[in-house]
Each structure stands twice: as C-alpha cells, then as structure tokens.
C-alpha cells in the first residue's frame, strides 16, 4: 500500500515535468545557444536517453540523496533542503502544537456547554476559521500583533541555534495562522464525537454508579473521544504543510515552501520537481505514521484482527 | 417541497443568502461599477474609504470596491469551471470505478490514493509550474486538483446503489451499463453531488486566492482578489482598509458556499 502510493506519487511527479513545452537545456543555456554546447549538455543531463531510463535514474539518486545541482544556485540540492527542511518542519510542528493545544480544550468546551449560547457562537466561530484564507489570516495577525502591539516580528525567521526565544517569535504568528483552520476542524470534530460518546450506555452505567460528571467526563467521555480526532491529525498535517508553502512567503520564512516558490519564479524546475516529489512523500510517510498511531492507540483496532 | 422546513436550517439560510448577495454583487459588477477598475487616479492613492470612494483606493488610486466587484467575476468563473471539470471526470472515474468494481477499481483508487498524497495547492502549484500561469490554467489546475475527491464520493454511491433492487430489475430488463449508470443511479445522487460541488467550489476560490497571492494564478490584466492582496501586502499598515475589505469578501464567499454545502447536507440526512 505504503509502497504503490510512493511508486505513484514519484511517477506522477516525473511525468509531469515530462510534458513541460521546450528543452530544460536549451533554457540554461539560451535561445542562441551554441549547437554543440547543447548536446554536450543535453548528454551530461542526460536527457538524451529514453524516459523510462531517466526516471530510473532520477528515482534512484533520489533515494541515496544524490538530488544533483540547482540550477541556479549551482549547489548541491541536498545542502540547499538541509537549510530549509528545519525551518518547515518546526513551522509545522508548533503549529500541530497549537492545534491541539487550543482545539481540544476549545471542542471540549463547546460539548459540556451544548446548546446553550456561548458554545452556539463558537461553533459559528469555527465556520470563519475554515473559510479564511491562511495567507489572509496572516495579514491581520500581523496587523494586531506586529504592528498595533509589536509583540512579534512582523517578518523574517531567526535560526533557533542563534536565538530560541527570537526563534519561537518568529514562528509564532505564521503558525497560528496555520493553525486557525486546523483548531476549527478538530473543536468542530471534537464537539461531535464527544456527544456522540456522551450518548454511551458505558456513560449511564458511570453516572448510575455515581461518578461526578467531570470525571464522567475527563476520565470516560474525552478518552474514547479523542481517538478518531487523531485519525484527523493526518488531515490536518497535510492541509499544514500546503498552507505552509504560502504563508511562509508571507513572512519571507526560508523553509520549503518559500524555496518552491522562488524556485518557480526562477524557472529551476529540477529543483521544484524533487521538492514536489519530498512534500508529497512527506505526507504520505505522516499518514502512515498516523494510521499506526492509530492502531497502537485504539486497542479494539488491534483486537479485532 | 416544503419551504419552511428549509427555511429552519441555519446554515442553508445564511449561506444561501451569502451567495445570493455575492451572484448579485458580480451580476450588478457586468453592467455597473462605481469607477471603471483600472482607471488610476494619482491624486487619490491609497485614500481611506469616503463618499467619493466606499471602499477607499489603492497605491494606484483604483477604486478597491469597483475592483472587488469586477474580481467577482474572476472568483465564480473560477468556481463554477473548476468544479465542471472536477465534477465531470470525478463522475465518469467515480462510475467506472463504482458501477463495474474489480481491477480498474483497485487501479483507479491507488492512482487517486496518489494524487491526494500533493497536499491541496501543492498539485495546483505542479501543474501550473508546467503549464505557465494565467485564468485558464489556473483553472485547469483546479479542476484537476478537485477530482480526487469528487471521485471518492461519486465512487462511494456507485457501489451503495448498484446493489438496490432496481438496479438489478434494470439489468434483469436488459439496460446497458451506461444507462444504468446516468438513468437509473446518477438522479439519485444528485444531493450528494450537489453538496461537494457546493464545498468544491469554495476550495477552488480559497486555492485559486493561494495561487495569484504567490504570483502563479490569474494574471494581469483579469482581476483576481488574491493578486489584490497581494498588492495590498506592502501597503497593510498605511492602507489596512484594502487588505481587511478584500479578504473579508472573499472569506464571505468561502464561508457562503461552505455553509449552503453543509445546511444542504443536513437536511438530506436528517430525510435519508
């Protein structure tokens, strides 16, 4: 399974950039290119072999890590992704972090206050939060807290060997606002599977044993809920990491997605190939993960086979 | 048809009226705009919202309400494409996929399984690297980005109805597999579909923002509110009105499709 989806997504990826209109060569070099220059380095690139022959290649140098130059960096492409995955990867990690750490006590909260009007509101709330654009969301965060409290830079990422506080700061607006969408998702998610569980029967025979309803609730009700919400986690690891490839050219963040964009705007495609390629094998290996996650949580999961 | 019971649910209400204002807002955006969008006026560059101008001007001196609406345009051409495209393949691959099961089944799944791996805007981002940017690849990159899912859900009814009786009592009468398929089940997905076009549609004008906010989507001179805001970006705190107003439009809409997707869902399940 694991295997036919990366098989899948490499092919994908590779075909791709096949159909691209015009010669990668012929685009490093210019159009007035010298005609023998052209083939020499149409060879050394190897685009003279068939194309069966050149994914082979390109699979398989990208798995030892042997990525080969950018373009226009004229370095290697590993030592460029060395740079920039810390930077993707923390962006997403704090703003999973964020997520979790406001949206679950938040989907709580709307539960034990069903139908009465506070907890009304914040589901509405929560429909905003997936229809505002992140790059949008942003904007205003920057807007309240850069600029009208200066409480965090307005852009620029600072490297956390440098300054882990002035780290943290950085990152911290452009995670919230990936973060947004995703604390909407899992107090809506939340909300729903924690009434659903609060309709158990395990749940009447707890309150006819005479349990205090907190915790019926901490102890009963938010334990079996939370399980299918790490089924979600996946979903919403994903939706980061795309999120991530714009709002981090709004705050200038020198991480994948930032690199992906110049990168098109510089029409070094080879580069963009292999960063399309390790996104996208990125979420497939966290869904992965997720799914076992799953499994080791959920012991009926394991029961059952 | 009982209006009242659809006139109960929330979200049908609100999302319905969201997007009737905003069809309005485009429709009125064809024949009448307060200033002609492109006009510039360097006399009034980035002038707060006044009676001359509701919404204020940008660093140009363009009207930005005349601007939004005439973006309007871009956002539901966008929409209603990108979803004919995505909806259509999805329904014909959702079909084979579904109806006939088997091998091409497990082909098609594992190729769509693939195409989900490319978080959202990353495919869009692929596509439209290759092919260039502008409004008609944009919006062939979106529409593509949008099969996956509705393929899944087009497969899934497929293979709960293909197994109703008067399935098999057509097959017994001797229907072909199309007709089957397009007489017979399609009429009665119609709400399900209708629902992910509905949500379908504002992925595509939240992406469709994505993509010209980074330069990749619709270009100059076809109006685009993510190119907007774009624009905007240098000017937020000398013109905040500019990237509040734009974003609060298309958030508007995003939030009116998503709405109208959901109240129409419930009121099918509470039926069903």
């Known amino acids: 399974m694991l295997a036919t989806t990366v098989l899948l997504v490499s092919v994908i990826t590779f075909l791709v950039f096949q159909?691209?209109?015009g010669d990668p060569a012929q685009i490093i070099l210019g159009v007035d290119a010298d005609p023998h220059q052209l083939a020499a380095l149409r060879q050394t690139m190897g685009l003279?072999?068939?194309v069966a022959e050149r994914y082979m290649t390109w699979i398989k140098n990208a798995v030892v890590g042997d990525l080969g130059q950018s373009l226009r960096y004229q370095r290697p492409v590993a030592d460029i992704l060395a740079e920039r995955v810390?930077?993707?990867?923390?962006?997403?990690?704090?703003s999973l972090t964020l997520t979790l750490a406001i949206g679950v006590p938040l989907g709580t909260l709307v539960a034990r206050n069903d139908g009465k009007w506070p907890a009304v509101w914040l589901s509405a709330l929560t429909q905003l939060g997936v229809a505002m654009p992140s790059f949008w969301l942003a904007f205003i965060l920057i807007l309240v807290f850069s600029v009208t409290f200066r409480l965090f830079p307005t852009y620029g990422y600072i490297p956390w060997g440098e300054d882990p506080l002035g780290a943290l700061r950085s990152l911290f607006l452009p995670s919230l606002a990936l973060a947004i969408p995703g604390i909407a998702v899992v107090t809506r998610y939340l909300r729903n599977t924690l009434l659903d569980q609060s309709r158990m029967d395990y749940v009447r025979t707890a309150r006819s044993k005479g349990l205090r309803?907190?915790?019926i609730m901490y102890r009963h009700i938010l334990r079996n809920a939370l399980i299918p919400v790490v089924t979600i986690i996946g979903l919403i690891i994903t939706d980061t990491l795309g999120g991530s490839i714009?709002?981090?050219n709004v705050f200038a963040l020198p991480g994948l997605g930032n690199l992906l964009i110049t990168s098109i705007g510089t029409r070094d495609l080879p580069l963009v190939q292999t960063l399309v390629l390790y996104i996208a094998i990125l979420v497939v290996g966290i869904n992965f993960v997720v799914d076992l996650l799953y499994k080791v949580i959920d012991p009926r999961i394991r029961l059952k086979r | 048809m009982n209006v009242n019971y659809w006139l109960r649910s929330k979200p049908l209400v609100i999302g319905g009226l969201l997007v009737i204002l905003l069809l309005l807002f485009m429709l009125t955006g064809l024949f009448y705009t307060p200033y002609e969008p492109n006009e510039m006026n360097t006399a009034m560059r980035l002038a707060p919202?006044?009676?001359?101008?509701?919404w204020g001007t940008d660093n140009f001196g363009r009207d930005i309400f005349s601007r939004i609406m005439e973006g309007a345009q871009t956002a539901f051409l966008i929409g209603v494409s990108s979803v004919s495209i995505g909806l259509t393949c999805g329904l014909v691959i959702g079909a084979v996929a579904g109806y006939f099961g088997g091998w091409l089944d497990e082909v098609i799944m594992r190729f769509i399984d693939a195409m989900q791996a490319f978080p959202g805007i990353l495919l869009a981002i692929m596509l439209v690297s290759v092919f260039g940017p502008g409004l008609n690849n944009t919006i062939l990159a979106l529409g593509l980005m949008s099969i996956p899912s509705f393929s899944r859900i087009a497969r899934?009814?497929?293979i709960q109805y293909k197994e109703f009786d008067f399935v098999k009592a057509s097959i017994a009468k001797g229907a072909g597999a199309w007709r089957i398929i397009i007489r017979h089940i399609l009429p009665n997905m119609v709400s399900p579909l209708i629902v992910a076009a509905s949500l379908g549609f504002s992925g595509s004008v939240l992406a469709e923002a994505g993509l010209s906010y980074l330069g990749l989507g619709v270009q100059p001179p076809d109006p685009s509110w993510g190119r907007m805001l774009s624009e905007a970006q240098p000017f937020i705190i000398n013109a905040p009105w500019y990237v509040i107003l734009t974003g609060v439009v298309l958030t508007a809409m995003v939030l009116g499709f998503n709405l109208l997707g959901d109240g129409i869902r419930d009121i099918y399940n509470k039926k069903g």
């Open chain 1, 213 to 215: 309803e907190k915790g």
């Open chain 2, 49 to 54: 919202p006044q009676a001359s101008h509701l």
């Open chain 2, 156 to 158: 899934s009814g497929f």
């Open chain 1, 86 to 94: 810390p930077v993707t990867v923390s962006l997403a990690l704090l």
């Open chain 1, 48 to 50: 003279d072999r068939p």
């Open chain 1, 246 to 248: 714009v709002v981090e």
């Open chain 1, 19 to 21: 159909v691209l209109p």
